[in-house]
């Protein structure tokens, strides 16, 4: 028997009702919880994430070192352009990272609270032609 059933990220932020819905409009998902100091989603696909209101959170400033990433969210989407449209739109903004090593096309941004989260390309699961 699995004790535990299931995984939730929480995100600390001095307002989690509206990075609530930032992701929640991100993911195409519903509120499936809330109290007066947490919000809680699923997206479309099943990630759950949650919102912890703490008054006192201080924004990462992820790329620079001074401190810490907290926490990073991957999120796989079809289109970059597309998904990058839709973030902007919500009220996040890209972050240049000056990194673009590695085998995935990917973009980081911030979310309205400052965390980071990188949108990438799924692989392609047609076959190359030529």
Not at 75 to 87: G, I, K, P, T, Y
Not at 102 to 122: C, I, K, M, N
Request: aromatic content about 6%; proline content about 8%.
């Amino acid at each position: 028997m699995t004790l535990v059933k299931a995984g939730v990220v929480v995100l600390d932020c001095a307002e989690p009702e509206k990075l609530a819905e930032f992701y929640r409009e991100l993911l195409e998902g519903e509120r499936t919880a809330a109290s007066a100091n947490l919000v809680e989603i699923r997206g479309a696909d099943g990630v759950r994430l949650a919102f912890r209101r703490d008054i006192n959170a201080t924004p990462p400033s992820w790329p620079r070192p001074e401190n810490s990433l907290q926490v990073h969210l991957d999120f796989l989407v079809d289109d970059l352009d597309e998904a990058e449209r839709r973030v902007v739109g919500l009220g996040g903004r890209p972050v240049d990272t000056k990194d673009a090593a590695g085998p995935y096309e990917q973009r980081v941004y911030a979310d309205p609270a400052g965390h980071s989260f990188t949108l990438r390309l799924l692989p392609g699961t047609a076959p190359k032609q030529g």
